[in-house]
């Protein structure tokens, strides 16, 4: 492994150790719990469709007439995740993004989607990422979380995004909570099955395949420039911080109750 993703990976370690160790699984024990999780992790799911298409928009040439941009490495590994990430398959065999299968799962399961729907509803409509935000009933965590991902890319620097996407949104979910889930599909195969795909998914493609193709990506941004690994690292801590505020959202909206 590249001593830079090496380095990159000790310091994000005792952050993945926070996430992977949160009290937050410990507390979803029904499928009111999973709808509270979901209701705030499905920002997160979406958000990071944004940032995916932001590095596509930014290492590609997504615009007529086309000319070859950036590298062509960095080209086919940013389109190959985006395939999968936007038009992987359901259950059926049906092709849909992973957000939209997210959605699938909250409806199956009865968790609230009207939030997210009208948060859609008012982007589409004002074509303003503020203006939807402002005039959403978001949960305030998921709300920042949001804001970080933007800021990330309005900064314009693909070797940050790229940094972020890699460390702070991949393979985050533990195998805890797979286990929590797996449980409550036994108990109620017909009301989470869609939810256990999408987990399974997200450890099938997302955290194998593309994880390996995303440091892939990290190493050709980042290249021998070492204040652009010192950005990646930084990013990546500043990413995961906000995946635990996150978790501590869910957690506090859980002990509500």
Known sequence: ??????????????????????????????????????????YAVWDFMSLLKSLQNGLTCTSIPWVPVGSADSRFLINE??????SDVDMQGNRTSHFELYLSGMAQCEANTQPINNFLQKLKFTGSLDLALYQSVIPTEAFDFINFTFNTIH???FHEQAAVFTFGREDLIPGMFHSLVSDLHKK???????????????IEVDGDHHSILA?????????????????????????LQQRIKLWDGVLASLAKG
């Open 1 to 42: 492994m590249n001593p830079r993703i090496e380095k990159i990976n000790l310091a994000i370690a005792p952050l993945k150790e926070q996430i992977i160790n949160h009290k937050l699984y410990g507390q979803i024990n029904c499928l009111e719990d999973v709808h509270v999780f979901m209701q705030f992790h499905v």
């Open 81 to 86: 995740i985006v395939v999968g990430e936007e």
């Open 155 to 157: 900064r314009g620097k």
């Open 188 to 202: 109620f195969p017909e009301k989470i099955d869609t939810f256990k795909y999408y987990l399974d998914r997200h």
């Open 215 to 239: 440091m892939q990506m990290v190493e050709n941004l980042c290249g021998d420039d070492e204040q652009k690994w010192e950005e990646a690292e930084l990013a990546s801590i500043a990413s």
